[in-house]
């Protein structure tokens, strides 16, 4: 099989896609499955590219030539480590443009977002390299005379990380950059729909001089392989996953036979709350950048929109007159702003929240119907007079659906907005400050937008509570996810 004639001939370097995977150092063309990861463009159902998939032998040898690599990279130090991934990040940004058609051949997304998360990946290189060289440690003043006491901070050592497809590059930035900062060697198991912007960081990585044998990529058919075999392996110290709560749980259940260090950033159902007293045209943008981004396939993206009572139906107005002018397009048209879906059961998931939306008496105000253009693609939907009743209420739709409920009074909307168990983002509009105080501390959630509907960049803590997850990416709290703390008591030092 020939990588795709179409994409190769976007590229401004066609060596950024293999038909290969790296395991601990070597690009190989086969693996011990000695099956195929077969890639398609979602826009047009065109196969791109037939990778191997890695079965459990590769998985053990890329564990085992990172357990060495590491341990040369953490004897290095913070400002070679530092150096080395300045050059990576510099070597992504010099081919953003070609990473970003990458991108948007495998996953869909229309190719100006395409472009802002390889910039927005890049940052996360560019964080933690600089932080690499602030891993502080502490000290302690002694309890006893005699006594020194000491907190350093060492590399966890292998690192797994298991990565969704919704943003097919970024993904990949948040969870190596922090483990090369701190020292550890990475196993990096992107999605089956979306393994090539992995491998081409890879590519990039390996020529930023990373060490072979530090940042493996193996793309699988067999996911649950690759997890039992990390979470059973005691060579690998812990698990940064990105997912739904499903498969979470099951990790964290594997895990738990070797107490593995875990971090789980899993699925949302953020509220999108807006109150009488908000500026009405920042709200409406704000609720369209969070709804509709990536066609809403973004765990921090607004699920539910809560607005008040007063200033209900004309949100509602100008929100439809903004859904109602997006682009659904291939990503590679000019002015697209609503890519594919990424499979057919995204797509059947969202009609069911729609007709059920519907049959407990939900207005379509805008969309509704498929697609013309068939396929994955689907019509951006405004929904107003939503329940809590109603699926859109409870589950994430990870798609272009807006539903929009009413409500009366903060107390009210507090309760609905912590109803669910997901605790990742919330959203929220509102100019009275008591009320901002009060809303902001009682939503039970790792992160709130306040007045913006776009909350992630690299310098603060991306992350959720309750089932979205815990473990922090971004921020100088990133780093501790990657870390151990070691406290040493010295003694019999005379006085
Ligand atoms: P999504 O609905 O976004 O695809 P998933 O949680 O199913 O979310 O998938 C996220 C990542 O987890 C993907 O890389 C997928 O291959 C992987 N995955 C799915 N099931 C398992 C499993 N049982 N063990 C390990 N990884 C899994």
Known sequence: MAISGTLLSRLKDSSLVREEMLVGGSWR????????VEVQNPSTGDL???????????????????????????????????????????????NSEDLAVILTSEMGKPLAEARGEVAYGASYIEWFGEEAKRVYGDTIPGHQADKRLLVLKQPVGVVAAIAPWNFPSAMVARKVAPALASGCAIIFKPAAETPLSALALAILAERAGVPGGLFSVLPTQDARMFGEEVCSN???????????????????????????????ELGGNAPFIVFDDADLDEAVEGAMLSKFRNAGQTCVCANRLYVQSGIYDRFVRK?????????????????????????????????????????????????????PRGGTFVQPTLLSGATKEMKVAREETFAPLAPVFKFETADEVIELANDTEFGLAAYFY????????????ALEYGMVGVNTGLISTEVAPFGGVKQSGFGREGSKYGLDDFLSMKYVCMGGIPA
């Open 234 to 264: 005691p060579t690998v110290k812990k698990l940064t996953f990105t997912g739904s709560t499903e498969v979470g749980r099951i990790l964290m259940a594997q895990g738990a036979q070797k107490i593995m260090k875990l971090s789980l």
């Open 430 to 441: 509102a100019n009275d400050l008591r009320n901002v105080w009060k809303v902001t501390e």
């Open 48 to 94: 791109l590219a037939s990778l191997p998939s890695a079965g459990l032998e590769d998985v053990r040898i890329a564990v085992d030539l990172a357990k060495v690599a590491q341990k040369k990279w953490a004897s290095r130090s913070a400002k070679e480590r530092a150096a080395v991934m300045r050059k990576f990040y510099d070597l992504v940004v010099a």
């Open 319 to 371: 929100l439809a007159e903004r859904v109602s002018a997006l682009k659904v397009s291939d990503g590679f048209e000019d002015g697209a702003t609503i890519g594919p879906l990424i499979n057919g059961e995204a797509v059947a998931k969202l009609h069911s929240h729609i007709d059920d939306a519907v049959n407990r008496g939900a207005t379509v105000v805008v969309g509704g119907t498929r697609d």
């Open 29 to 36: 063309e086969e693996g011990a499955s000695g099956k195929r």
